[in-house]
């Protein structure tokens, strides 16, 4: 095992603290958590888990998941609110085809989030809970890595409370939060929140027309209304709902060493990010008996998503394309579960279904000036190919159009013999370029390749539907064997029935008259497969696409199913302090790729993930220390991975597909919380992971093979250092947080994409240093608080290895850019 550590921490705060006159952290608070479907103190969990509070949203200011990663050690969350992926200890989605499933099961109020979902707004949200580990037994499908549970509040009948507060800073940065929580009698209380987060992006889009890159607009609210029907029964019915309109990201292109943190130009067409979310649903929960109780849950989410972004990160018209996601889902999901606890026994049990129809349409977009530099390419590709001795600038310059011509129709202008150039179109054959030879006098006589044509857009798409179908039951029971000793068994069945469809339509050209479609159509010939590098930029399902019938309908379903489970050994070491052993399994389901026609015939083989797990938690020196640490060894079978590989039959054709191998995953986590004095509160978690890989071969985006053979990896050193302190002052009283995350880089020639000429951008490379910190003052009857609050304080801004769809092909190739300093306020009023 590497001696390499990676070192984290959570925050502090959501371990809580506890107040009393002499000081505010005199001990660390007990944490009340339902990772094992019922409620428990987080240190009585045979479980490592990672929890993110109410104090710490308030503290760091966090929106969403994403916003969370840094300071829960082994989450990572993938950029943008409709495409994010979720990795837990290194285990993530395979990509965003609509025909697969995550490794990491989401859930917001005890319902299962699809991936376009998961990014929810953290309004009047009381905890998030990270389970890491496979959680096959009480998550079900989808939670071979872990699972995430966002736990928004409750009504509650107690008294009439609320609160309105505005966070603001530069960057034009409002977000808007109030809540009310109103009995209406005492059997019946609502309880409403609404948030709305708006901020202009971090970098200037400097092409004409251009959208606001990073900017963000959000509205998101719920509505609660809870009844308690009699002294054992009780409904909850919600409503929630997400209207999101951001702006695109930033592709911040790299040209010849140059790349700007402050500006850039992105001249994609419609650019955006949106998200149209409502769900609604009820919580039925009854004690049967003292002993017994049972609870009933249902929910219907449906959601509209399209994420449109430039691909190119230039404002140049020749290396334009674009990218849209749009998609559409209807989840109905509800569960029945049983609960028994006595003295020494604890069971859970219960029945699971969940329907899901959606839809996604894939589609990239590019120019007809595109096309005519593409084109050039091939073109110079196939005059070498043909011994021409000559290359041209562009196909549109009519010398160069007349020379290619010539050089197309062989003869005289090359000086050569029939017999010698029939020979170099041998040549031509064997390097790929036969279908544009073949079709030579088609384009011609469409007149495709016309400069008239500029300034008109086609498009790729591939559409996709779906409808899974999913099916569960489960039972966990925890007995107490002694007083120090627990058994834990738990089994769960899950089944999966899959539908898909992939519909590849022909590629349209905005301004084609109407005899040239006819053309076109007559001879089966997709615009974009004409030129090989323009076509199946987005996928293989075209291939040459001539003879392709238009609208091409492929339809599969295929049914999976797993039983997986856990053992777990715990034993009460002290009264603070106990240790456990796991043995647990989890399940992904198969699935289709909806990149990859192929997948049709043979679909994406179900994840098989077996985790052991070792760990001991306590409290320590009169409570003043807390620790929490664990060993595990994961493996995985057929874990999907998304690459991106080339058809080695088409020049440049480069698209997105799923591979499949096994991972062993090891590794340990050690989180420390420490109160040294009454005013003060650290915490550290440290993290380490190796891991050993084989994957299928394949052909990468350069042509080369690629996969095959065994792999070793390791994480790098990274940590998050946090400070809270609450001195002791005359009137009300004050919060002081900071937070220290470091990250080590380390981007070199084995690193994917990169190239020595990368060197010259500005902290390229460099190890992550961001530094922030908040103050806030309270009043002593805690109506009132103020804050002052800076993120990034350094000003440290970083980039990756520049890379995209039009990297290779287009030599335009992007990145993306770290946020710099950003500073504000906060008020809030308590009633």
Not at 165 to 170: C, H, I, S, W
Not at 558 to 582: I, N, P
Not at 692 to 700: H, L, P
Request: charged letters at 20%.
């Amino acid at each position: 095992m590497s001696t390499s550590l990676a070192v984290m921490t959570s925050l502090i705060p959501s371990l809580g603290y506890s107040e009393n006159v002499s000081g505010r952290y005199q001990a660390i608070e007990e944490v009340t958590v339902t990772a094992q479907k019922r409620e428990q103190n987080a240190m009585d969990v045979p479980i490592t888990i990672g929890t993110f509070s109410a104090q710490n949203m308030e503290a760091t200011g966090a929106l969403t998941l994403g916003d969370i990663a840094d300071y829960i050690p082994g989450l990572e969350v993938g950029d943008g609110v409709t495409q994010a992926s979720m990795s837990i200890r290194g285990v993530s989605s395979a990509n965003i085809s609509s025909g697969g499933d995550a490794s990491v099961a989401t859930f917001y109020d005890g319902v299962y989030l699809p991936r376009a979902a998961t990014t929810i707004a953290f309004s009047d949200m009381q905890r998030v809970e990270v389970l890491k580990g496979p959680q096959g037994t009480l998550a079900g499908r989808n939670a071979a890595a872990g699972s995430i549970s966002m736990v928004p509040n409750s009504p509650s009948l107690d008294e009439t409370e609320g609160f309105i507060q505005l966070k603001a800073g530069n960057y034009d940065f409002q977000r808007w939060e109030g809540m009310l929580n109103l009995p209406i009698s005492d059997k019946v209380a609502i309880r409403a929140n609404l948030l709305s987060n708006q901020r202009d992006g971090y970098i200037d889009n400097t092409a004409p027309g251009g959208a606001d890159l990073d900017m963000q607009e959000s509205l998101t609210g719920r509505l609660s209304l809870l009844w308690e029907i009699s002294e054992k029964t009780d409904i909850q019915f919600n409503y929630d709902f997400d209207d999101t309109d951001n702006g695109p990201r930033s592709a911040v292109g790299y040209n010849g060493g140059n790349l700007s943190f402050e500006k850039t130009s992105n001249d994609a067409v419609g650019a955006e990010e949106t998200r149209d979310m409502y769900s609604f649903g009820f919580k039925l929960n009854h004690e049967i008996s003292d002993s017994w109780s049972v609870s009933w849950w249902a929910n219907h989410r449906d959601f509209d998503v399209t994420n449109r972004d430039d691909q190119d990160g230039t404002g140049n018209i020749y290396t334009y394309l674009d990218t849209d996601n749009i998609e559409s889902s209807e989840l109905t999901y509800t569960e029945l579960q049983f609960n028994y606890n006595s003295d020494r026994i604890n069971f859970v049990g219960g029945l699971t279904y969940s329907v899901e129809d959606k839809t996604q349409t894939t589609a990239i977009t590019s120019t007809a000036e595109t096309a005519s530099n593409l084109s050039t390419q091939v073109a110079n590709g196939l005059l070498d190919a043909l011994s021409a001795g000559f290359t041209i600038d562009s196909i549109w310059d009519p010398t160069d159009w007349t020379m290619l011509s010539a050089a197309l129709n062989g003869g005289t202008p090359l000086g050569q013999s029939n017999a010698e150039y029939q020979g170099l179109l041998g040549n031509v054959y064997f390097a790929g370029y036969g279908p544009l030879l073949d079709g030579y006098h088609e384009i011609l006589a469409a007149g495709w390749v016309d400069p008239s044509y500029a300034g008109q857009q086609w498009t790729e798409e591939v559409r996709n539907t779906g409808k899974f179908t999913n099916y569960g039951i489960y039972g966990d029971i925890d007995v107490a064997v002694t007083d120090k000793l627990n058994l834990i068994f738990g089994l769960r069945y899950s089944k999966d029935e899959k539908d898909f469809t992939w519909e590849n339509p022909t590629a349209t050209m905005a301004g084609l008259v109407n005899a040239e479609r006819a053309f076109l159509a007559a001879n089966g010939v997709p615009v974009a497969a004409l030129i090989p590098q323009a076509t199946n930029f987005l996928s293989p399902l075209s291939m040459t696409g001539v003879g392709l019938v238009s609208d091409t309908l492929v339809k599969a379903s295929d049914d999976w199913s797993k039983t997986t489970g856990r053992f777990v050994a715990q034993y009460q070491l002290t009264e603070e302090a106990m240790t456990f052993f796991t043995y647990s399994t989890g399940y992904t389901s198969g699935g289709y790729d909806s990149f990859v026609l192929n997948s049709s015939v043979t679909p994406l083989e179900p994840e098989e993930v077996t985790n052991l797990e070792l760990g001991i938690k306590g409290d320590f020196f009169d409570g003043r220390m807390r620790a929490q640490f664990s060993v595990f060894d994961m493996e995985m079978e057929n874990r999907q991975k998304s690459v991106t590989s080339a058809d080695p039959t088409i020049p440049g054709l480069a698209a997105p597909i799923i591979i499949s191998g096994d991972e062993d995953i090891t590794g340990w986590e050690l989180q420390l919380t420490w109160i040294p004095v009454d005013t003060l509160q650290l915490g550290m978690v440290t993290t380490m992971r190796d891991s050993d890989s084989q994957y299928q071969s394949y052909i990468d985006a350069q042509g080369n093979p690629a996969g095959g053979d065994k792999e070793s990896a390791e994480t790098l050193s990274a940590y998050t250092l946090t400070l809270d302190w609450a001195p002791e002052i005359a009137f009300g009283s004050l919060d002081v947080h900071v937070d220290y995350i470091f990250e080590e880089q380390d981007f070199g020639p084995e690193t994917a994409d990169y190239l020595p000429i990368y060197e010259s951008l500005e902290n390229f490379g460099a190890d992550k240093k961001i530094l922030n910190a908040r103050i806030a003052w309270t009043s002593d009857d805690e109506h009132y608080m103020l804050a002052l609050w800076g993120k990034n304080l350094l000003d440290n801004q970083y980039t990756g290895i520049p890379g995209g769809l039009a990297a290779s092909d287009l030599g335009a190739a992007h990145t993306t850019v770290s946020a710099p300093l950003t500073w504000g306020i906060d008020a809030r009023y308590n009633f």
